[in-house]
């Protein structure tokens, strides 16, 4: 049996090396978890038989014990207080030592390195990966291996337990031991690129060896207060009750039936009760299977919540918030839907979101507030855009924010639609989302979605992710679409910025020109219609003018007419009469003057042409003959 525990040490120190150098290079490699769980099922098996070793030790040494020589060497006295004081502790620390007991402390080694084994091979997030030749050849090892321990097991169990106790117990912890190894194969024989499944088990392995390690521990740990008895034959201390579970049928309560047999005397199979309790063990667990199996019928439908009660795999009916009866499990279930709960969607799929801190309202404000164009954001989403050049093809470039708020539909059909006809709404929505906005923002340029387009792009995009979604029967509501966000990239909004400046100014010059364009158009007309107006009024007045005279003629000559030579003359005289009223003339006519005929000058209203400067003294008015 030494030798034999020699063996297991060195394949398990073996095992545990190799571990460690291949966690060394390759910390992510299934072997880490496999080698050390063979380790410690080999570890817990080692110490099995060194407890056997002691209590064998024991019982050799009873049965052959050793004569003391009657010789003895005298010990030497310490002279000075240092060695007398050092001399003391020694064998303070010697007797609690011996009162400890090397089994205990050698029991509490292995399980402690056991535990520690585990605990370091201990990670289930290891990626699967695919060995080829390699894993074969570790799973035939392995099953090699755990094929001589069951050729032990079988000898243990086949023991005879008045010549060796132990060989029970042994038995149960080679069992362990086996396990391990067995399972460790199986592992290196399905791993695969694509199995996740062989990975996990390898590392689950690992809680057998633990916990048969960690009662280990605890026997050891209470071993520590049951007094010594050194007349007596001591129990083996590297006993697992998780290990002797490993049979079939596990029958839990025997050790316990014969520990109370041994030391108590009480027989559990001559109590009345208890062979009751075991005949209507099966009638009472058969009673509550059935009542609780009809209880799957019963489910409760919380008050945001609808459900959909499917018979036989057949959807019957929506049951609002409530309990609802039906066929219990899995002859009817109910599958949840949500009832008006809102939901709200970004269209942008990013990295896990960081936790989201509440903000003093005396600080800053939050980083998701920055909204300025230097700054990218958690949302953003790039999307390409028409360009605003219209005598080229082009496109640019530009984050943006959009959001959507949704929720299922409040109707029967609506729920079953969203339970049968998805897999998951957020991405149907979401991918739905970004071809829509492929398609609409192929006919928008930037400076529209900076201005008036903005207004009813969140309308019209809302608008067709609900049409589509209606198509594809989805039982999606959209509630609201809102654009928090439309900027250039982070990195461009400097150039946009300038160039931005640029078509500010450019359409403020054109603007300019374009109003003394209008203001000269304006006077130009302005001064045609003045003109065009005085030609109109001149004529008017000529053509008044010639309507005048026309209506004087007809008039003179109706009169003509009527008077005939006194008119000639009254029209003569008239005429006289207005072309004389304000010329200086001198009139002489004989027939002015008396019956002398004589001439005569009318001075009062004539004035000498022939000396301009005024008369030193005034003419006295009369008449010269």
């Keep these: 049996m030494r030798q034999f525990a020699i063996g297991l040490g060195v394949l398990a120190a073996t095992g545990l090396v190799l571990a460690f150098f291949v966690g060394l290079f390759a910390p992510e490699s299934l072997w880490v978890p496999v080698l050390t769980n063979q380790s410690a099922g080999l570890l817990v098996l080692l110490a099995g038989l ?6 064998t030790q024991w019982r050799g040494q009873a049965i052959n014990p050793s004569v003391p020589a009657g010789v003895t060497d005298e010990v030497a006295t310490p002279e000075g207080w240092y060695d007398r004081l050092l001399d003391r502790i020694s064998q303070q620390w010697r007797r609690m030592l011996l009162q400890i007991g090397a089994p205990t402390l050698w029991l509490g080694g292995w399980a402690l390195l056991t535990l520690l084994s ?7 997030t290891l990626p699967s990966a695919a060995f080829g030749l390699s894993a074969s050849v570790g799973a035939a090892l392995s099953l090699l291996l755990a094929f001589g321990l069951l050729v032990l097991e079988r000898q243990l169990a086949q023991e005879n337990l008045a010549q060796w106790p132990e060989a029970g117990s042994l038995a149960q912890l080679t069992r362990v031991a086996i396990i391990c190894l067995v399972l460790s194969a199986l592992c290196l024989l399905f ?6 499944w062989p990975v996990r ?5 690992g809680l057998l060896p633990g916990l048969v390690a960690l009662e280990m521990l605890l026997r050891a740990i209470l071993s520590l207060f049951s007094p010594r008895r050194y007349r007596l034959e001591p129990a083996m201390l590297a006993r697992s009750f998780i290990a002797d579970m490993l049979r079939w049928p596990p029958q839990p309560l025997l050790a316990l039936q014969h520990e109370l047999h041994n030391r108590f005397g009480i027989d559990l199979r001559q109590i009345w009760a208890f062979t009751y309790m075991r005949r209507a063990f099966l009638p009472v667990v058969a009673v509550v299977s059935i009542v609780g199996w009809s209880l799957t019928g019963v489910h409760e439908i919380p008050l945001q919540g609808r459900g959909i009660y499917e018979r ?41 979101a960081p936790a989201i801190s509440a903000e003093p309202a005396e600080g800053p404000a939050p980083a998701i507030a920055n909204r300025l164009w230097d700054a990218s954001h958690v949302n953003d989403k790039s999307q390409v855009i028409a360009s605003s050049r219209a005598d080229k093809q082009s496109f640019q470039i530009v984050n943006m924010d ?5 929720r299922i539909g409040l109707s029967d059909q609506a729920a079953l639609a969203a339970t049968y006809n998805n897999a998951d709404v957020p ?8 071809r829509i906005l492929v398609h609409d923002f192929a006919s928008r340029t930037l400076d529209g979605l900076l201005g008036e387009d903005r207004v009813g792009l969140a309308e019209d995009i809302g608008r067709a992710v609900q049409a589509d979604l209606q198509k594809l029967d989805s039982g999606v509501e959209i509630l609201a679409t809102v654009v928090e966000a439309i900027h250039p990239p982070a990195g461009a909004a400097n150039a946009y910025h300038g160039v931005q400046a640029a ?4 359409q403020a010059l054109i603007s300019r020109e374009r109003g003394a364009a209008a203001q000269a158009t304006q006077q130009a007309q302005s001064q045609a219609s003045i003109a065009r107006d005085q030609a109109m009024a001149s004529a008017r007045e000529i053509y008044a003018a010639a309507q005048a005279a026309d209506l004087k003629f007809g008039a003179e000559q109706k009169a003509y007419a009527s008077a005939g030579q006194a008119f000639v003359l009254e029209q003569y005289l008239s005429q006289l009469s207005q072309g004389l009223a304000h010329a200086r003339l001198l009139v002489l006519d004989h027939r002015l003057g008396g019956s002398s005929n004589a001439p005569t000058i009318d001075l009062r209203t004539f004035t000498l042409p022939a000396d301009p400067a005024p008369p030193s003294k005034s003419a006295q008015p009369g008449v010269a003959n």
Aim: aromatic share 10%.
């Design 402 to 406: 959009v959001r959507f708020v949704y």
């Design 191 to 196: 791993t695969s690129e694509t199995s996740v």
């Design 50 to 55: 060194q407890s056997a070793w002691w209590v």
């Design 201 to 205: 088990l390898a590392v689950l392995i």
């Design 503 to 506: 078509q500010i100014a450019a």
């Design 118 to 124: 585990v605990e370091q091979a201990w990670n289930l």
């Design 312 to 352: 036989f795999g057949k959807p019957v009916a929506v049951f609002g918030p409530g309990l609802h009866a039906g066929l219990p499990w899995p002859l009817g279930r109910v599958l949840n839907v949500e009832n008006g709960v809102v939901h709200e969607l970004a269209t942008s799929v990013g990295e896990a």
């Design 427 to 434: 991405t149907l929505i979401r991918s739905t989302a970004s």
